[in-house]
């Protein structure tokens, strides 16, 4: 589906379909979108452990099917990052 053929009551019937356990990671993902004029709560750094646990990060990658060994996941994304210029 293109972009002209996507209509707003469309995109507002899928997010309705979405399982309320997930509407963490629906909203996050709508925010990604709007670029840089996201929320203040999304902007806000994490910079202390108590920030880490009180923020949503914890078990973001909870419901992901994809991901069969977390551990390797977060070898290989560190991977990559290390190789980015």
Do not use: C, Y
């Amino acid at each position: 589906m293109s972009l002209p053929d996507i209509t707003p009551d469309q995109l507002i019937n899928a997010i309705q379909h979405i399982p309320p356990e997930r509407w963490g990671e629906a909203m996050r993902a709508i925010e990604s979108l709007q670029g840089p004029t996201a929320t203040v709560e999304t902007r806000s750094s994490v910079r202390t452990g108590v920030d880490l646990r009180d923020s949503k990060l914890i078990g973001i990658w909870a419901d992901r099917t994809d991901i069969s060994d977390n551990h390797e996941f977060a070898r290989e994304l560190r991977r990559q990052a290390e190789q980015r210029k």
